[in-house]
């Protein structure tokens, strides 16, 4: 990140956004890694030498993404309502989820993955049974299965302990998702499964239609997403950034990648390559992990309350 006077950075020189500076100097753009290590590690007189941009371009991008998955704590958050469909469409750069929650009364409340299937898809066949198909040879398929139409009315059974559970109406009644008994729950429960005891809506992902699908009384409800991304913003190189605690790491993965997939580099070279970015790495989370003092201080008195 170039250096920027107190102005360009508070104000952005006058331009929209005014905070697109904002905290902009705990970064390095992935076109200033590039350009950096082919000034400073690519040579004939460095262990890696006339090496393509291409190639420390495309090492770089997976140095960040791994970063993304396992050392970086930075989890982003997206806010849609969920509508008719019951389904929530995952953001472009999605790669893993950490939560999702219903936003209701200001309050976030998790939701529980359902391990039922609650979503398929299906084949139009005729009276006997036969699989259509268009004059091109493929399957007809409708728009939804008859287990997506049970969901999205309501009607489809689940063994969570939401309004659709197949004890919904029996043995107690569900107002504003809180479900309530005549007689101790206790006794009228027993052995029910913890796992599925959430009055909440569920949902299910459905990674290869790229889809969260929720259970019905999710229907005009918001919904809040905090997920992990793989950090390439679009793939526009000077808006990829990396925290500067992770800078050498990242030219030491670039170094160790190349070295390790050239011919004719003897072992004990790539071995001391993949050592010293094993060793950055290291570094580099235990920088980024930020114990203060304070913070154990507050889990340590933790463990002194007493337990009645």
Not at 240 to 246: C, E, I, S
């Amino acid at each position: 990140m170039a250096y920027l006077n107190d102005y360009q950075y508070y104000e952005n020189d006058g331009n929209a956004p005014a905070d697109a500076n904002w905290g902009s100097y705990q970064f390095v753009s992935l076109a200033e890694i590039v350009n950096n290590f082919l000034l400073m590690y690519d040579g004939n007189h460095s262990l890696v030498n006339n090496e393509e941009r291409y190639k420390i371009l495309f090492h770089a991008k997976r140095a960040i993404q791994e970063l993304n998955y396992d050392a970086f704590k930075e989890i982003k958050a997206l806010e849609l309502n969920v509508g008719t469909e019951l389904r929530f469409i995952l953001p472009q750069d999605y790669v893993n989820w950490v939560r999702i929650s219903l936003f209701r009364g200001g309050t976030l409340l998790p939701l529980t993955e359902n391990i039922q299937i609650n979503t398929a898809s299906a084949y139009l066949q005729d009276q006997s049974s036969n699989i259509l198909f268009d004059q091109q040879g493929n399957i007809l398929r409708p728009e939804f299965s008859e287990l997506d139409f049970d969901r999205i009315r309501g009607t489809a059974r689940t063994m969570y302990m939401n309004q659709g559970a197949m004890f919904d109406g029996l043995m107690g009644y569900n107002f504003n998702g809180g479900w309530y008994f005549d007689f101790s729950i206790g006794r009228g429960m027993y052995g029910l499964n913890t796992e599925t005891a959430n009055a909440n809506p569920t949902f299910n992902i459905d990674k290869k239609s790229g889809v969260i699908t929720f259970s019905s009384n999710m229907k005009d409800q918001l919904c809040i997403l905090e997920y992990v991304s793989d950090g390439m913003e679009g793939g526009i190189d000077t808006e990829v950034t990396v925290n500067k605690l992770f800078e050498d790491y990242v030219y030491a993965f670039i170094q160790y990648a190349i070295l390790n997939s050239k011919l004719g580099v003897q072992e004990y070279i790539v071995a001391r390559a993949k050592k010293n970015k094993s060793a950055l790495l290291r570094n580099a989370k235990i920088r980024m992990s930020n114990i203060h003092p304070g913070r154990l201080l507050m889990n340590m008195r933790g463990k002194d309350k007493w337990i009645k």
